[in-house]
């Protein structure tokens, strides 16, 4: 069973940056499709960014182009999450997650391995 745990949230002012990671057990990330998604309250789950297996195509959110980008470290089994120029709507909780079927997706739906989330506040 994939286990999957993020870290490196926190509070940073507007225009700063963080790095979020999410670290995999109980099988190879490189397998899966794998994402980070982002709730903020009162608001429906949302997806931010995927890389797919093999080949790792990336994807993002509009709202996130140019200022995210995704990585993997499959030496390390972790997935990251660079994150510049934030903004207050970037504040939510951010969620790793995995899939293994159907194809990469921003659509967290289709995802069947979560991690327990990380919070990003973006305030002054």
């Known amino acids: 069973q994939l286990q999957l745990v993020e870290s490196g949230g926190g509070l940073v002012q507007p225009g700063g940056s963080l790095r979020l990671s999410c670290a995999a057990s109980g099988g190879s990330l490189d397998r899966y499709d794998i994402g980070w998604f982002r709730e903020a309250p009162g608001q429906e789950r949302e997806g931010v960014s995927y890389?797919?297996?093999?080949?790792?195509?990336?994807n993002y959110a509009d709202s996130v182009k140019g200022r995210f980008t995704i990585s993997r470290d499959n030496t390390k089994n972790t997935l990251y999450l660079q994150m510049n120029s934030l903004k207050p709507e970037d504040t939510a909780v951010y969620y790793c997650a995995a899939e293994s079927a159907g194809g990469p997706s921003l659509n967290p739906r289709i995802y069947r391995y979560w991690g327990q989330g990380t919070q990003v506040t973006v305030s002054s």
């Open positions: 890389i797919a297996n093999g080949g790792g195509g990336t």
